[in-house]
T-cell receptor
Framework: EPEVTQTPSHQVTQMGQEVILRCVPISNHLYFYWYRQILGQKVEFLVSFYNNEISEKSEIFDDQFSVERPDGSNFTLKIRSTKLEDSAMYFC????????????FGPGTRLTVL | QKEVEQDPGPLSVPEGAIVSLNCTYSNSAFQYFMWYRQYSRKGPELLMYTYSSGNKEDGRFTAQVDKSSKYISLFIRDSQPSDSATYLCAMRFQGAQKLVFGQGTRLTINP
């Protein structure tokens, strides 16, 4: 069964460093998403991406964050200058077409900012 | 008032019991309702989704939406130890892409 994959599974970085989280969505899916889950808190939407542009973003997704589809298979989330409060699980998801109800999630990348 | 509320539990029941998991929400504009299962240190796994009010059944799982009460439920029949996980409700507005999640309820099924 096709699945969303994410690398790395765990990333440790120093505050102020840039990190790039990588995702390979399901191959025939067209919509891609990033969510995050701070320990003990809800899963929160960050951004959705379609046709090489952001289609929806939350107030969390500020100028420190960017997304990119650098090639035909990868989808990345970049955090330019990490803060302690960026420590969380970051989940990538993808869906085939609207209406976006069937969003399939990857296993997540745990980001630890020291 | 929080947008989506879900009792975090923990909820512990014996194997074979019927489990009822619930969420309430404050915004009547939510139109689509999902249930995800999340095992420890894994990503959420979609169980089922429903549109507007009504019931939907899939094997041992039944999702129920009552829009008049802003209340959704997930029932698990003949619960198994492998059902032990955190169950997340999620909702979406018509035309929006983002899912709004509840806190999640941690469920343990005891053999």
């Amino acid at each position: 069964e096709p699945e969303v994959t994410q690398t790395p599974s765990h990333q440790v970085t120093q505050m102020g460093q840039e990190v790039i989280l990588r995702c390979v969505p399901i191959s025939n899916h067209l919509y891609f998403y990033w969510y995050r889950q701070i320990l003990g808190q809800k899963v929160e939407f960050l951004v959705s991406f379609y046709n090489n542009e952001i289609s929806e973003k939350s107030e969390i997704f500020d100028d420190q964050f960017s997304v990119e589809r650098p090639d035909g298979s990868n989808f990345t989330l970049k955090i330019r200058s990490t803060k302690l409060e960026d420590s969380a699980m970051y989940f990538c998801a993808s869906s085939e077409v609207p209406p976006h109800n069937e969003q399939f999630f990857g296993p997540g990348t745990r980001l630890t900012v020291l | 008032q929080k947008e989506v509320e879900q009792d975090p539990g923990p909820l512990s029941v014996p194997e074979g019991a019927i489990v009822s998991l619930n969420c309430t929400y404050s915004n009547s504009a939510f139109q689509y309702f999902m249930w995800y299962r999340q095992y420890s240190r894994k990503g959420p796994e979609l169980l089922m989704y429903t549109y507007s009010s009504g019931n939907k059944e899939d094997g041992r799982f039944t999702a129920q939406v009552d829009k008049s009460s802003k209340y959704i439920s997930l029932f698990i029949r003949d619960s198994q130890p492998s059902d032990s996980a955190t169950y997340l409700c999620a909702m979406r507005f018509q035309g929006a892409q983002k899912l709004v999640f509840g806190q999640g309820t941690r469920l343990t099924i005891n053999p």
